[in-house]
């Protein structure tokens, strides 16, 4: 079986709640890779109708409460909120891999010696795991954002500019 990777728009990939960014420096790392031209690592993603399965019946309500004003949003984003912020600031699309079995998490595991993905915590867990990291992450945190709605915020209040980056390329990154 091979593993699948797509492209995404910010606004398909609902992302971690650790608003604002934790490490500027490591955005301003690939934020200037982005405008370099240089690919950035695959971000890793699991499909909403997966994780859903593993949600309590409130959080589920949740999930639906936001599904219904952001339709676009079909995946869950397990890794990667420095890369997926500075591809959207610099009006970039996201390369994902998707795992949909233990056999693709066993695929990516292989790809990080080629840099094609960064080694991560999610490598060392099933499918299933995965899955029931992201309810805990989100039961902690109540609520959902896209990669969009977080990058725009980080704008708004102002963090981006705290970063010394520029906000150029948002409104763009949805095309």
Same mark, same amino acid.
């Given at each position: 079986m091979t593993i699948k990777t797509t492209t995404l728009t910010p606004h398909q990939i609902i992302t971690l709640n650790d608003y604002p960014i934790y490490n500027a420096e490591m955005l301003r790392l690939y934020f200037y890779r982005c405008l370099s031209g240089q690919a950035l690592p695959l971000v890793p993603v699991i499909r909403k109708a997966i994780v859903r399965q593993y949600f309590t019946p409130e959080l589920a309500r949740e999930l639906e409460a936001f599904e219904r004003i952001n339709p676009l949003?079909?995946?869950?984003?397990?890794?990667? =909120?420095? +890369?997926?912020?500075?591809?959207?600031?610099?009006?970039?699309?996201?390369? !994902? $891999? !998707?795992? &949909?079995?233990?056999?693709? $998490?066993a695929e990516a595991r292989r790809l990080v010696v080629t840099g094609q993905v960064l080694d991560?915590?999610?490598? &060392?867990? =099933?499918?299933?795991?995965?899955? !029931? $990291?992201? +309810?805990?992450h989100f039961q902690e945190r109540t609520y959902f954002m896209t990669v969009q709605h977080k990058t725009e915020k980080l704008i708004r209040d102002n963090y981006i500019a705290q970063y010394g980056l520029p906000n150029q390329g948002v409104e763009d990154a949805s095309l």
């Amino acid at each position: 079986m091979t593993i699948k990777t797509t492209t995404l728009t910010p606004h398909q990939i609902i992302t971690l709640n650790d608003y604002p960014i934790y490490n500027a420096e490591m955005l301003r790392l690939y934020f200037y890779r982005c405008l370099s031209g240089q690919a950035l690592p695959l971000v890793p993603v699991i499909r909403k109708a997966i994780v859903r399965q593993y949600f309590t019946p409130e959080l589920a309500r949740e999930l639906e409460a936001f599904e219904r004003i952001n339709p676009l949003a079909t995946y869950f984003m397990l890794d990667g =909120s420095h +890369r997926t912020t500075a591809l959207t600031l610099t009006g970039h699309k996201i390369n !994902v $891999i !998707v795992y &949909a079995t233990d056999a693709n $998490i066993a695929e990516a595991r292989r790809l990080v010696v080629t840099g094609q993905v960064l080694d991560n915590g999610t490598l &060392a867990h =099933s499918l299933a795991e995965n899955c !029931v $990291i992201l +309810r805990q992450h989100f039961q902690e945190r109540t609520y959902f954002m896209t990669v969009q709605h977080k990058t725009e915020k980080l704008i708004r209040d102002n963090y981006i500019a705290q970063y010394g980056l520029p906000n150029q390329g948002v409104e763009d990154a949805s095309l």
